[in-house]
């Protein structure tokens, strides 16, 4: 039932563009984007609400294709500052179980 | 400033002990969430509560149990912990409603069972 993101890990160098997709079995109707840094918490990053919304925050941004069960996560000219584990969180319908996904590891290289 | 804290940043505890881990949280939420990390497995759900005295099963419950007896506390024990318990535990809560609102985490704690 955890969604299942991709890719799991991934290296940058400085100024290089990412995508951390997220891919549930089951239907979407809300996604959350966090990023944790290495010892700290996870902190919220964007929540997207409607099937192909697309949202933005600084150089990064996000979108929501509900019938394709699919969020991706876009970076753009990344900063060594966007190091960290970024995961997509979801609430199960009609619940109010909150579930993450599994997580993918990033790492920006001056 | 929001805050959801943890009892413990790091514990060692023997195989066989009884573990208590504490999450509190001032923000008055109805939801409350405890997860495990483990690396390659993302944050997994073990239980949550949406309101006092209310406990949902998440998807790895066994061998915890929880308890809230109060809106802002909710505890997760580990009646006979065991070495695969050994993970980083992350408490998590937001208001009823979570399309729209966001999770606030606790810093964590780190736990090993010998």
């Known amino acids: 039932q955890q969604p299942v993101q991709s890719p799991q890990a991934v290296i940058l160098r400085e100024g290089e563009d990412a995508v951390i997709n997220c891919s549930s079995s089951?239907?979407?109707?809300?996604v959350h984007w966090y990023r944790q840094k290495h010892g700290e918490a996870p902190v919220f990053l964007m929540i997207l609400l409607k099937g192909g919304e697309q949202k933005g925050h600084e150089k990064i941004s996000a979108s929501f294709n509900e019938k394709k069960q699919q969020s991706s996560l876009y970076l753009t000219a990344s900063q060594l500052s966007y190091s960290g584990t970024y995961f997509c969180g979801t609430e199960v319908s009609g619940t109010y179980k909150y579930i993450f996904g599994t997580g993918t590891r990033l790492k920006v290289l001056a | 400033d929001v805050k959801v804290t943890q009892s413990s940043r790091y514990l060692v505890k023997r195989t066989g002990e009884k573990v208590f881990l504490e999450c509190v949280q001032d923000?008055?939420?109805?939801?409350m969430f405890w997860y495990r990390q483990d690396p390659g497995l993302g944050l997994r759900l073990i239980y949550f509560s949406y309101d006092v005295k209310m406990k949902e099963k998440g998807d790895i419950p066994e061998g915890y149990s929880v308890s809230r007896e109060k809106k802002e506390r909710f505890s997760l024990i580990l009646e006979s912990a065991s070495t695969n318990q050994t993970s980083m535990y992350l408490c998590a809560s937001s208001t009823l409603g979570a399309t729209k609102e966001t999770q606030y985490f606790g810093p964590g704690t780190r736990l090993l069972v010998l």
């Open positions: 089951k239907a979407l109707y809300s």
């Open positions: 923000m008055d939420h109805e939801n």
